[in-house]
């Protein structure tokens, strides 16, 4: 028999699960899961693991919640390790305790790993403490959700004058009955807010008081997961909404890339955009060749793909660092990635791949043997290389068939020409595109793009400095 976990994985994305949680993730032979929860929590599950959706959502119950409790008793005597996944935690109106005395009836081993429940973690996203030494000094936590699907009884009467933090989980539906039983009670126009999605990048956050706030939350769309907090520390909410103040808060952002790349994605995310990261071309290693690399006098290496796909084969190959001949980078980026192997760049370039070569064309003659490990594309940028020129096809970029998730986006990051190419031949409108440099402007230019933002030189991090507000750019004309 297995073992099954019960595991919490917090408020909001994936790395804000605890580590624990996210070793037994790893460790699972199957998982059943919410829907309250990132979905790249599952993309650290190994290959073969069982992967079920349990999740329950208003209105839409996937699976009842007595066959779930039998699916993990029955799953116990077929994997080893079952892992329960739950937004929040699993004992904060997360039915954990009826998935646990129901293992423990039939005998299994069970774990609870617990996780940072959204009545707390939901509130410090919306800048709302949920305690305050100087406000208050304890907190109250409701289910505004019953099994009967609706409004559970509550003592509007002691709720409506005490000191305390009231949180409402699942409440979105029912605002309007909450604010009414305080009201009906007596209560002062107390501060009251609505934080939707809390902990996402599309979280929302209403503000009001009692009197105002049905009304507010009317104007627009707040949908669920959401939670309802009262009390004076929802004034905390505008001095300390961290959360809505990182410079791309709110904002879509498209960054199409190859499939060994996602390099933008966390950095994207940490600035607060809505980050839709497709993959657009997939990387296809060339079979791998033998190389004399001591028969060359240099080796010219374009991007930080090829670095990394050549120094692999050298070690495959067993060739000792100390056999390479001189070494030249396209810019410090990559000379940077190159030094992560023990190697450092005798040449680096400045721009591109073009200026390289007439770098090289410096220091190189008609008798220099240059290896050039590459992708298949771009290959003619060499003809003019001095030299005896051995172009080494390391992958190819095969397209795919890809869908962008919205029609338009706030923001495009674009890190290649033809990464904006494959963006617009699909019609996707872009408020303002992010160009690494000359030639993927020109295609944005070519495409209809108007507001094209360049990066003086082509880094990642110039890149983002430009969306933080800290760089300037080279802005595209029409």
């Known amino acids: 028999m297995g073992k099954v976990v019960l595991a919490g994985v917090g408020c909001?994305?994936?790395?804000?699960?605890?580590?624990?949680?996210?070793?037994?993730?790893?460790?699972?032979?199957?998982?059943?899961?919410?829907?309250?929860?990132?979905?790249?929590?599952?993309?650290?599950?190994?290959?073969?693991?069982v992967k079920i959706f349990v999740g329950k959502e208003s209105g839409n119950h996937a699976v009842a919640q007595d066959q779930i409790n039998a699916m993990l008793v029955d799953f116990s005597t077929q994997y080893d390790c079952v892992v329960r996944l739950k937004g929040g935690d699993p004992y904060v109106?997360?039915?954990?305790?009826?998935?646990?005395?129901?293992?423990?009836?039939?005998?299994?081993p069970f774990e609870v790993v617990p996780g940072i429940s959204s009545c707390i973690a939901g509130l410090s996203f919306a800048g709302i403490p949920i305690t305050a030494r100087s406000i208050t000094r304890g907190f109250r936590v409701y289910t505004a959700h019953s099994s009967e699907d609706r409004m559970p009884e509550l003592?509007?009467?002691?709720?409506?004058?005490?000191?305390?933090?009231?949180?409402?989980?699942?409440?979105?539906?029912?605002?309007?009955?909450?604010?009414?039983?305080?009201?009906?009670?007596?209560?002062?126009?107390?501060?009251?807010?609505?934080?939707?999605?809390?902990?996402?990048?599309?979280?929302?956050?209403?503000?009001?008081?009692?009197?105002?706030?049905?009304?507010?939350?009317?104007?627009?769309?707040?949908?669920?997961?959401?939670?309802?907090?009262?009390?004076?520390?929802?004034?905390?909410?505008?001095?300390?909404?961290?959360?809505?103040?990182?410079?791309?808060?709110?904002?879509?952002?498209l960054y199409a890339r190859?499939?060994?790349?996602?390099?933008?994605?966390?950095?994207?995310?940490d600035l607060g955009a809505i980050v839709d990261a497709p993959v657009a071309f997939e990387r296809v290693e060339s079979p791998e060749m033998a190389v004399d690399v001591e028969k060359y006098d240099w080796v010219v290496l374009t991007s930080q793909t090829a670095i990394r796909l050549f120094m692999e084969r050298m070690r495959r190959q067993q060739v000792d660092v100390r056999r390479l001949?001189?070494?030249?980078?396209?810019?410090?980026?990559?000379?940077?990635?190159?030094?992560?192997?023990?190697?450092?760049?005798?040449?680096?370039?400045?721009?591109?791949?073009?200026?390289?070569v007439k770098q090289l064309n410096q220091v190189v003659d008609a008798d220099s043997n240059i290896?050039?490990?590459?992708?298949?594309?771009?290959?003619?940028?060499?003809?003019?290389?001095?030299?005896?020129?051995?172009v080494h096809v390391l992958y190819q970029m095969v397209p795919l068939d890809w869908h962008a998730s919205r029609p338009a986006y706030d923001y495009g990051v674009f890190t290649s020409a033809r990464m904006a190419e494959s963006v617009l031949a699909r019609g996707v409108r872009i408020g303002t595109a992010i160009s690494i440099g000359e030639k993927t402007t020109a295609a944005l230019r070519k495409g209809g793009v108007k507001t094209i933002c360049q990066a003086k030189r082509p880094r990642y991090g110039d890149m983002l400095e430009i969306l933080k507000g800290n760089e300037s750019c080279i802005e595209a004309e029409d």
């Open 93 to 108: 109106f997360g039915r954990g305790a009826e998935e646990a005395h129901a293992l423990l009836e039939a005998g299994v």
């Open 325 to 356: 001949p001189k070494v030249a980078v396209v810019h410090e980026q990559s000379a940077q990635a190159l030094a992560r192997y023990g190697v450092f760049a005798d040449l680096v370039g400045t721009k591109d791949a073009e200026s390289l």
């Open 371 to 390: 290896l050039v490990p590459h992708s298949a594309a771009n290959i003619d940028v060499f003809v003019g290389l001095k030299g005896n020129v051995d």
């Open 258 to 269: 190859n499939s060994d790349r996602d390099d933008l994605l966390e950095p994207l995310r």
């Open 12 to 49: 909001g994305e994936a790395d804000l699960m605890s580590i624990r949680a996210r070793d037994f993730v790893e460790r699972a032979d199957c998982i059943l899961y919410d829907h309250l929860m990132d979905a790249a929590i599952l993309k650290a599950a190994k290959p073969g693991c």
């Open 155 to 253: 003592d509007f009467e002691q709720l409506a004058f005490t000191k305390d933090t009231v949180v409402f989980l699942m409440g979105r539906k029912n605002l309007a009955r909450i604010v009414e039983g305080y009201q009906k009670a007596g209560a002062p126009d107390l501060p009251i807010a609505l934080i939707s999605k809390a902990g996402f990048p599309e979280q929302r956050v209403c503000v009001g008081t009692l009197s105002t706030i049905v009304e507010q939350c009317a104007r627009e769309e707040y949908p669920a997961p959401a939670l309802i907090v009262v009390g004076n520390v929802v004034n905390e909410s505008e001095a300390l909404n961290w959360f809505s103040r990182r410079p791309l808060s709110g904002k879509t952002v």
